[in-house]
Structure formats: C-alpha cells, structure tokens
C-alpha cells in the first residue's frame, strides 16, 4: 500500500474504533472498553486529522480519576458483555475516594498522559486553543504524579510499584513467571471472553488468569489502600517501563508548567522527582552483565535478571548517560536485532522461554516500537531508529493493523502471515500515522 492509502486505512480503523461517549475502544469484541495507555497512544493519532476527537479521548479518560488522584487502566463508560473481567468484576466502590459516577478497574497502567498532552501540543495547529486545553487538564495528570509518589513509593526512593501484571501493560510476559511460581491461587470459576476473539495458543492461560483474578481478589480484601496492597500483594515490581513512562511525563509537564508560565512550585516538585527517580533508576534498574534495564521484584527482594522491549524504553524518557545507551544499543543490536528478524520481539529472543507467537513472550508490539523508535533519535541513534520506523510500517503495511507481529521474518515466507491478536487494534492504527508523519 502507498503511503497515503495507509494513512486513510490507519485513519479509518480509529473512527470505526470511536465510541459515541467520546473515546476510543483499543479493538472491537476484545477490548470493548476504555483502556488507559492505549488512549493516550489513540490520541497521537487522532491528533494528527482531528484535535477534538484527541481531547475528548483525554477528557474521557481524566474523568474516571479518583479523589487520590488514582488514574484506572479500565473505564466502564459503555456497557458490553464480550470482555471478562468487566464492570462488575472490580468492586472499586471499596476505595473511599474511586469515582463514584464511573466504573473502573482499581489497577492502573504506564502512566503516558503527560508526554501526550506534549505530543498534543506539538501537533495542533492552533497552539493557543490547545494551550487552553492542556492548561485546565495539566493539573490532574500532576495529580496522578502526585499520588504515585505520595502512594507507590514505599522506600521512598523515586521507583513506583506495580502491583499487578497487567498495570505493565505487558500482561503475561516471562518476567513474572517466577512471581507465579510463589502463588497458588484457587482455581476460580469464570468465563474467559478473550480466547473467544483469539486463538488460545496466543493467549494466557486458564492457570495464568487464576493468578491474575487472585491478585484483584486480594486488592479487593484490602479495599484498595495502597498501603495494604504493598503489604500482602505476592505481586511486587519496579517496573523500567512503568517507571520511564513516569519521567518522560514529568518532563514533560515541567515543559508544558514552563510554557504555562507562574507554576514554580510544581516545577520544582517535578524535578526533585526527575532527579532522585533517574538516579534510582539507574543505580537499581541498570543490569551490569546484561547491560540493559530489569525489573525489581520487590515482594521478594530481587532483580529479575531478563531482557524484554521494556528493558529499552528508558532511552525514551532520558534515563541512561550515553555510555549507557551505547551497551543498551549493543544488546538491543546482538539479542533482538538479528538480520532474520523484525525489531523489537517483546521478549529476549534468545531466552528459552521467547514465545514468538503469544501475545507478551515474544511478539513485536507497536507502542513498544514507537516508545524505542523515539528513544533511538533522542540519543542520535538514526540508523537504528530508521531501521525499526521500516520495520514497524512493514509489518502493518503487509497485515493490517493487527495486535502484534511474529518477529521472525521466515514465518511470513512459511506460513504466509505473522500478524496474531486482534484485528483493526487502534493504537497499531495512530502510532503508524505519527511514524509516516516523522
Ligand atoms: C492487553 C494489553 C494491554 C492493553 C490492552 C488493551 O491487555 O496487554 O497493554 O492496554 O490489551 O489494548
């Protein structure tokens, strides 16, 4: 397909996917709700051809924010029976301070919305409208910052936990499996709707879910207070990308306070953040004989010794020095960058455990493309990153705007196709018009 075909073929996938309450569904039938990051990923996108629809995608979203400042990863605006678990699964009626006017889940997800309302800002036209905006929202996202520093950060040393897998966004990737070996949860009784849109072999498991259903049930027992969940979760991570989504927001509202003019104090909240989290960062994410980023299991106490896309998405956010990024490239370049494969496998291709085929152990996924492709030009890494922006449009140039890719290349010679998950996925659709538009 031509560029401009794509383009009108990325552009019909998001208004199809666009909902009458004014945001966008991430894939019909298997995500039939609002989803937190893939919003923000949505609203590049439609930033590029319709500005109103990229704020009411963001306003749709601020709306479900809880008194504490708590952002969900799900918002039950519509009604529909095709996802599990739905709106009546989460029970966040039990935190004093959820919305009380929307459904959501009471897990949250990467927290992208700062960067976007940048990314918003770069695109509009009219830079005066779009100021308006972002200046009458900018304080809730600085709100959200807030409470993962005042509630996620127990040590008190600039890293925010996750207490849950799919707050990742990267819902069963390797690294928790050792988290699940820890757990034995009841074998619940409950009706999977994904395996009814998608081939099973790419999904989780019954078993798997079980652990993720436990994990809710618990947070539930504690009726959501965080200072709970961080004792009795058995799931307890830094994660790098989580945690480099945080800075690359907070850098982006200290530019977007500066451009607003008169916010000092928040500027200066912001970069204490930025400093004390960059140095956390580095001194307890970077791994040494890997040379990449890790996770941190904090519940027990330990690194998690495996590469995966989100070990490079730090270079997005500013994180690494530039000797750093040199050993980060080199690894991305010796594991992942093979001539027979396609940036960026969500997991080490070289591990036993790479599952090309299912969903986070393996497949290449767009946003982690997008995030590294931006992270590659912030370091002048311009072969790379053109590499990876060709790579990423071949793929959907040659199957659709599916959920994720099979990263080996003899696959499409073999069986012809490589393109796995669900169908017309919306934020496949937005990040390839923002990466035809570089
Ligand atoms: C899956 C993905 C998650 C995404 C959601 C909706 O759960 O793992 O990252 O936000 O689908 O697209």
């Known amino acids: 397909m031509n560029k401009d075909n794509l383009l009108k073929e990325a552009k019909r996938v998001l208004l199809d996917n666009f909902q009458p309450e004014g945001f966008t569904i991430p894939c019909k039938g298997l995500y039939p709700f609002q989803w937190k990051w893939d919003s923000g990923f949505i609203a590049i996108g439609l930033a590029h051809f319709d500005i109103e629809k990229a704020k009411s995608e963001i306003d749709s979203l601020l709306k479900s924010q809880w008194g504490n400042g708590f952002i969900p990863h799900i918002v039950f605006h519509n009604d529909s029976d095709t996802y599990f678990p739905g709106p009546d699964f989460h029970h966040t009626y039990l935190h004093p301070e959820a919305s009380k006017k929307y459904k959501s889940s009471g897990i949250t997800q990467p927290p992208v919305i700062g960067f976007v309302l940048e990314e918003l800002y770069r695109l509009a036209e009219d830079k005066d409208d779009i100021l308006c905006f972002i ?15 005042s509630h996620r950060d127990p040590f008190d040393e600039g890293l925010v936990y996750i207490y849950h897998n799919w707050e990742s966004g990267t819902d069963n990737s390797p690294m928790w499996d050792h988290i699940w070996e820890t757990m034995d949860p009841p074998d619940y009784d409950f ?4 395996t009814t849109h998608v081939d099973a072999s790419q999904r989780p498991t019954k078993r798997e879910y079980d652990h993720y259903i436990h994990i809710i049930e618990i947070a539930k027992s504690c009726n959501y207070d965080d200072r709970l969940i961080a004792e009795r979760s058995p799931f307890l991570v830094y994660d790098p990308l989580f945690n480099a989504m945080l800075l690359k927001s907070n850098e982006s509202l200290i530019k977007l306070y500066g451009i607003i003019g008169d916010q000092y104090e928040k500027v200066e909240q912001l970069e204490k953040w930025q400093e004390k989290s960059k140095k956390s960062f580095n001194d307890k994410l970077f791994d040494h004989n890997l040379n990449a980023y890790i996770h941190y299991d904090i519940r027990n106490s330990k690194p998690i010794p495996l590469i995966s896309s989100s070990s490079f998405t730090p270079l997005f956010a500013g994180i690494p020095n530039k000797e750093k990024a040199v050993k980060l490239i080199q690894t991305l370049q010796e594991r992942f960058g093979g001539e027979n494969s396609y940036l960026c496998a969500s997991f080490d291709p070289t591990e036993e455990r790479f599952n090309p085929k299912k969903y986070w152990r393996g497949p290449v996924w767009i946003n982690l ?43 499409y010679k073999n069986q012809g196709h490589g393109g796995y998950g669900g169908n017309d996925f919306s934020w496949s659709a937005a990040l390839i018009i923002d990466l035809l538009n570089q």
């Open 135 to 149: 200046e009458s929202r900018i304080d809730s996202v600085y709100k959200n910052h807030h409470y993962f520093y």
């Open 191 to 194: 009706e999977r709707k994904d």
């Open 369 to 411: 493309n997008w995030i590294i492709y931006r992270g590659l030009k912030r370091y002048g890494f311009d072969e790379m990153a053109e590499r990876l922006k060709n790579e990423t449009i071949e793929l959907i140039d040659k199957e659709g705007f599916k959920e994720y890719f099979d990263p080996r290349k003899e696959t």
